[in-house]
């Protein structure tokens, strides 16, 4: 296998990884092609997994961090560039399935959200949350736009009357969204971009072509309406679910999404830079708690139903 091919250059160029990341990967990837013992061990872990299928993901990333430590390399950037190194067999895959292109650059983007998270808390360029990855090759989580989404059977046990009359219950289909971190505002354009691409994409699944979609995310903490900013972009995401648990937290689990490496500094030497930041180090200075929040909203391809 070429390990500093063409389509991991051009991968890496698409999304902008940062200078001192790509120089990193390209780096192991020269010793994957120069290093015959290195690259014949890495390329048997990937042959397993991507084409022969003897090996699962999660066994594949385990043998990774083994050679990682063999060789010299931090496990989070040996993991990263298997992942790569698999890409260009996913966006096959990807097209193989049906779907465009579009689809695929969506839902890899996530890899450069993970990559910017695990350098500003880790120090390294890579990956800290490498068995992620393993539905971006199955295909069982999809990007579009602004947010992922798996189908995903409810389990809860617990029944919620949605505000148009319809109940929600265990066994029931719904969209689970997932949110990277990838820095784009949480606008009304941008949501509702997503929510009208999802559907398109699964409208099939679900009765009456009306999708169901949830998530389970610090976002949508209630308590941010007494403390966000009334024009927060939040707010409005927050404004699409109906609330159906929460839960408070007596750690604040979340602080490295909101304060990167300052993350578990405390609360008075928070960085206040931004005003996410600043409405979040004044309300826990303030004695307040952090928490989490799943909600759900029903979607008929142009607007939620109420």
């Avoid at 068995?131 to 617990?158: A, H, I, Q």
């Avoid at 578990?264 to 928490?291: C, F, H, I, Q, V």
């Amino acid at each position: 296998m070429l390990h500093n091919s063409v389509f991991i250059r051009d991968l890496m160029s698409r999304y902008h990884y940062p200078a001192a990341a790509a120089d990193v990967f390209t780096a192991v990837e020269d010793r994957l092609d120069n290093e015959p013992e290195f690259g014949d061990a890495f390329d048997r872990i990937a042959d397993g997994f991507l084409y022969k299928k003897t090996i699962s993901f999660g066994e594949a990333l385990r043998m990774i961090d083994a050679l990682a430590k063999e060789y010299g390399v931090h496990q989070y950037t040996l993991e990263f560039v298997f992942i790569m190194n698999g890409a260009e067999e996913a966006k096959r895959r990807y097209a193989a399935a049906g779907l465009a292109d579009e689809v695929f650059f969506d839902t890899w983007d996530d890899l450069r959200c993970k990559l910017l998270e695990c350098m500003e808390c880790d120090g390294v360029p890579g990956t800290s949350v490498g068995g992620w990855y393993g539905r971006f090759f199955d295909l069982s989580l999809r990007g579009f736009g602004r947010f992922e989404y798996v189908p995903t059977v409810f389990d809860w046990d617990l029944e919620y009357t949605m505000q148009c009359g319809r109940v929600f219950k265990p066994g029931d289909l719904y969209l689970d969204m997932h949110i990277p971190s990838s820095g784009v505002p949480l606008t009304d354009e941008i949501r509702f971009d997503s929510y009208k691409k999802a559907y398109k994409a699964y409208a099939h699944l679900f009765p009456e072509e009306k999708i169901v979609i949830g998530t389970m995310s610090w976002l949508l903490y209630p308590a941010h309406r007494r403390f966000l900013p009334k024009n927060s972009n939040i707010l409005r995401f927050m404004d699409d679910f109906e609330p159906v648990s929460f839960e408070i937290k007596d750690k604040f689990y979340y602080d490295w999404r909101i304060f990167g490496a300052a993350a578990g500094k405390p609360y008075e030497e928070l960085p206040r830079d931004t005003s996410l930041r600043r409405s979040w180090a004044d309300w826990m200075a303030s004695g307040n708690k952090a928490g989490d929040a799943f909600g759900i909203f029903l979607f008929d391809g142009e607007k939620i139903i109420r």
